[in-house]
């Protein structure tokens, strides 16, 4: 049987990254492929992105459909066949020391749990923000919100009045980067709480609220300053030019130059 150590899968890789705690890829597999019984050694998600497949394990057959999610635990043994179909996987993978990085202590499923596409929309906004290439402090925070669901822990009510203070931060100084890690360390919680505190009383992750508050800012200098790009994007705490029109677009549907150039004309 074929054993897959960390960062390892079968199909073409089309995108690989990876942090601290996780390996991310983007695989594919040719139609009618055939991948035969087979372990990882790390647990991960994977996301079927794209055409259709039969998960065969010891019990049963499973059809997997577009936007079906896997948990796979380590060393569970499968099969996989892509009838009639090619498929792309999107995968996220826990690597080996991934709860001493954390250093909180979050189970993980024993056995493979399969998700409707509805059931974790945190994915597929980390799916999309992955192949745009935005690097932000969004991608560990989708996963923390996913391992609370997956623990079924309660929130702590008390841990609820660091978002104000967290919030406080990241509209005062836009032009930082704040990572969670860092804001955290500030205001005296775990990172792993901060995230999950963030989003059940703000509805997005800190990542997003702080991409939100800078776009929030850029679109303000831009349509009430002459102000260049460049200046905009440093101002707001961007890593470079590129990653701000790469952000402004995502979130705009076009660059901060012709957003400008069509609103004040």
Known sequence: MKVLSEGQFFGKSLKIGSNDVFEFSLTEYGKDSFINYHYH????????????????????????????????PYLYSHQNLFINSKGTCFNVEFKMDWEQKLGIKLKL????????????????TLLRGFKLGIETDITSEL???WLFTANQKNLNHSHLPCVSSAAKILDGELSEYHSLKG?????????????RA???????TVGEYQLRSKLTNAVFLLLNTSKTISDISFENGFYDDAHFIRSFKATYKISPY???LQIKS
């Open 41 to 72: 050694t790390n647990n991960y998600l994977s996301v079927l992105v794209e055409g259709s497949y039969l998960e065969k394990n010891k019990q049963e057959i499973l059809p997997i459909k577009s936007g079906d999610i896997l948990f796979r």
């Open 109 to 124: 499923p024993k056995k493979y749990v399969r998700y409707e596409s509805a059931t974790l929309p945190s994915l597929f």
């Open 143 to 145: 996963i923390y919100d």
């Open 183 to 195: 804001i955290a360390e500030r205001i005296h919680v775990h990172p792993v709480y901060l995230a």
């Open 198 to 204: 963030f989003k059940k009383k703000k509805g997005l």
């Open 258 to 260: 012709q957003f400008r």
